[in-house]
C-alpha cells in the first residue's frame, strides 16, 4: 500500500508507513485502471474521512490488475504467451517432477501448461498466492483441468516457511514480483532461490522495463548471473515494456534462505 496525499500535498511514502494502522477504521475505497505490467496501475484509493486525517492511499487490488490478461494484444497477455512458452519449454526436456510458483495469482500462466501433458498432470505442484479469491480462482482452476499434484496456498511468499515442505523443486516461477519489491528485496530473493531449487533447477522470472532510460531488468539478470545461474532465455520485445528471463542453477546454494525474501511495497 503507498500513501499518496496529505492535507492536499501529493508525496509518495513506502507501504507499512506508521500511520497506517491507525487509517483502517473508517477507509473508504474506490477501484483506479487499467492494470499494467508489473503492478501498481491497477489500484484501490483508500480515504481516511473520520479518521481526523485527511489522507489518500493506495494499494494495488491486484484481481483488478488480472483483468488486463483478457485484453487481447495487451502487454499482459503478450508476457503471458512467452512464460507459458518458456515453461513449456522447460517441461519439454521431460525433466522436471516439482515447480513452486510464488506470488501465482490465479495461475494462469502455470495451470494450462501442466494440464496440456500428460507428465504435467503428474506434476507435484505448489502455488503460493496472498489474496483469497486469487488463490481460490487458482484452486478451482487446477480441479477443473483435472490436476490432482497441483496444491494452492493462500499464503505470504515473501516467507519461506510457507513453501519449506514443498522445496527443492526443478521448477520456481517469479513471475509478477521483482517490479514490487525494493532492489535490495529482489537481490536478496534472487540469492536464496538456490536453496530452493534442485541441482540444475529452472527459474522463470519477469520484471518491467520501467520508465526510465535504463531498463531495470538488466539488474534482475546481473542478480541470476552473480547467484550461480546461466541465463537459458530473455525475451525483450522492443514495442513493449515486459522482461522474461530464465535461468538455470549452475551452483549449489552459498547460504539457507533468510526468514524473509520481499515484501511488497
Ligand atoms: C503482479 S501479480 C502477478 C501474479 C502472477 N504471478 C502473474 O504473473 O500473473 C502479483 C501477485 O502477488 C500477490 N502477492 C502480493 N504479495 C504477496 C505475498 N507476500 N505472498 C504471496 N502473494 C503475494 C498479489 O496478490 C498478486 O496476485
Redesign the pocket.
Known amino acids: 500500500m503507498r500513501f499518496l496525499g496529505s492535507a492536499g500535498r501529493i508525496w509518495r511514502a513506502r507501504a507499512g508507513c506508521a500511520v497506517r494502522g491507525r487509517l483502517r477504521t473508517g477507509l473508504s475505497a474506490a477501484s483506479l485502471g487499467p492494470g499494467g505490467v ?2 501498481r496501475p491497477a489500484v484501490r484509493l483508500l480515504t481516511g474521512r473520520g479518521t481526523g486525517f485527511n489522507v489518500l492511499m493506495a494499494e494495488t487490488d ?1 484481481v483488478r ?2 483483468e488486463d490478461y483478457e485484453t487481447p494484444g495487451s502487454s499482459l497477455a503478450r508476457r503471458l504467451v512467452v512464460v507459458q512458452r518458456f515453461l513449456d519449454r522447460v517441461l519439454d526436456t521431460g525433466e522436471p517432477r516439482s515447480l513452486l ?5 490465479d495461475g ?2 502455470v495451470l494450462p501448461v501442466l494440464a496440456a501433458r500428460p507428465a504435467g498432470r503428474q506434476m507435484r505442484a505448489v502455488l ?4 483469497p479469491s ?1 488463490s481460490g480462482r487458482a484452486r478451482t482452476a487446477a480441479a477443473a483441468l483435472g490436476l490432482p499434484g497441483v496444491e494452492v496456498r493462500t ?4 516467507r519461506p516457511a510457507s513453501f519449506a515442505d514443498a522445496v527443492p523443486v526443478d521448477v520456481l ?1 517469479a ?3 521483482f517490479g ?1 519489491v525494493s532492489d535490495g528485496d529482489m537481490r536478496r530473493t534472487v540469492a536464496a532461490l538456490p536453496s530452493f531449487l534442485t541441482p540444475g533447477g529452472v527459474v522463470i522470472w ?1 520484471r518491467g522495463r520501467g520508465t526510465g532510460d535504463g531498463d531495470l531488468s538488466e539488474k534482475v539478470r546481473a542478480s541470476f548471473a552473480a547467484g550461480g545461474f546461466a541465463e537459458l532465455a530473455f525475451e525483450a520485445p522492443a514495442d513493449a515494456g515486459f522482461r522474461v528471463g530464465m535461468a538455470r542453477l549452475t551452483e549449489p546454494a552459498a547460504a539457507p534462505a533468510p526468514d524473509r525474501l520481499f ?2 511495497r
Open positions: 508489473e503492478g491486484w490488475w488480472h510458483a510464488l506470488c501465482a495469482g494462469r500462466d503460493v498466492e496472498f489474496d486469487l499464503a505470504d511468499a515473501g516461477l513471475c509478477g514480483v514490487n519477469t515484501t511488497f
